[in-house]
């Protein structure tokens, strides 16, 4: 049993987890990946291997490790405590998040053959360490890990590939490579190597956002980059907060090797393309289908009847997603709409523009197709009944008239015009990326866009700030308000 201090003590200490997953011929890839091991096994990290296992067969992955390490290898029991230099399998039978500390265990709520260990673990990683997580993805057919990976490098942390040439099965591999946030694509064994490098820079750089942004030459070097980035993009990003751009300046800093922010300008200034994966690298959003399951309840039942009721004679709907991604906010509310209307017992003519910045973003968010590990987050009914599942690609594909509800197209909230006479704005957690001065401005924004009477939705760390007087609050948990009708 693990005591309370112990678990507090372990909260404390900032060093990287490293998750690892694998699936078929995930065995081969481990022992690769261990073989570049440095002979000391002080590497500062902790490592969590997770693999696809039959619930009733007996895993020999720890006996297997050790052999190939001089660190301590465990498997897991639940509440273990995750310490640096050690090694933790997941056993058979469980699924298993990280939280507080340590590592806890979990019936599996997926059947056998749809499960999806690797994605649970990297999204709990995800919150729980931020640019302290790293997600490693090996051999293994479909797709899971992929939605862990992309959760991970939202909070910024780091992303760390197979290359599918030297993979057994290379569908996981693949599927990690198509989100385009990967920071390495390397073989196993010369992972190793390549992670002590990267955590040396970036764990010397990480921690000192704060006393960067004082400092007067580097405010310099961060205005012209902010150049270069809006001459190679068209965007500027000035008005966004100033440590989560260098966060994200000192990530790609780490990745190439490069110890100064002055460095990494010149380096700008020589790659485009290093401009183009600094710019992917702000852009990417944690998105989810019905993320906050409850804020989704709450929206149905004090905000999309009430529109209903309000606009039943006209019978339209007029709705807008900004920060949209890769479509999964959007295609959520589309899916509660048409739920929604079948309760109502009216059809209504439903518009919902989903917008964002992200070209990529918008075209994946168009094809409607997602993973297969999208099925953690989806009842199974409404798989059933709002997707169509490629049994060959494994991988669900929206409806056809859950995808025809919804507009996407690209567009800089902060520059190109708004749309107007709208019934709901929902643009979550994308306010917390911008300084005071953007919010309000974008805040504004919305009140004019919204008709009198309408709804705004907002992520749930996410405040009004000045406007606070011109709405109601339906949610204060779940940032749910409505435009005063005398606005």
Known sequence: MTSKNNVETNKNQNFPIVGIGASAGGLDAFKEFFSGMPNDSKTGMAFVLIQHLAPDHKSVLTDIIQRHTKMEV???????????????????KYDMTFKDGSLHLK???????HRTPIDIFFRSLADAKAEYAICVILSGTGSDGTLGLRAIKGQGGMAMVQNPKTAKYDGMPINALKTGLVDYELEPAAMLE???SYTEHAFG???SAESKETNLDDKKVLKKIFLILRNHTGHDFSYYKKTT???????RMSVQQIN????????LQQSPEEVGKFFQSLLIGVTSFFRDQKAFDILKKEVIFQLFAKNQEEGNLRIWVPGCSTGEEAYSLAILLDECQEEFKQKFNIQIFATDIDANAIQSARRGIFPATIADDISAKRLSHFFNFDEVNKKYKIKKRIREMVIFSEQNLTEDPPFSCLDLISCRNLLIYMNRELQEKVISLFRYALEPGAFLFLGSSETLGEANNYFETISSKWKIYQLKKDN
Request: aromatic share 8%; proline share 11%; charged share 25%.
């Open 194 to 196: 390549e992670l002590c």
């Open 205 to 207: 750089l990480l921690g």
């Open 107 to 113: 019936n599996p709520s997926s059947p056998r053959g």
């Open 74 to 92: 465990k498997e897991v029991t639940d509440g273990m405590v995750v310490e640096p230099d050690c090694t933790y399998i997941i056993p058979p």
């Open 245 to 251: 751009i260098l966060r994200r300046i000192q990530l």
């Open 260 to 267: 100064t922010i002055v460095k990494y300008y010149k380096y």
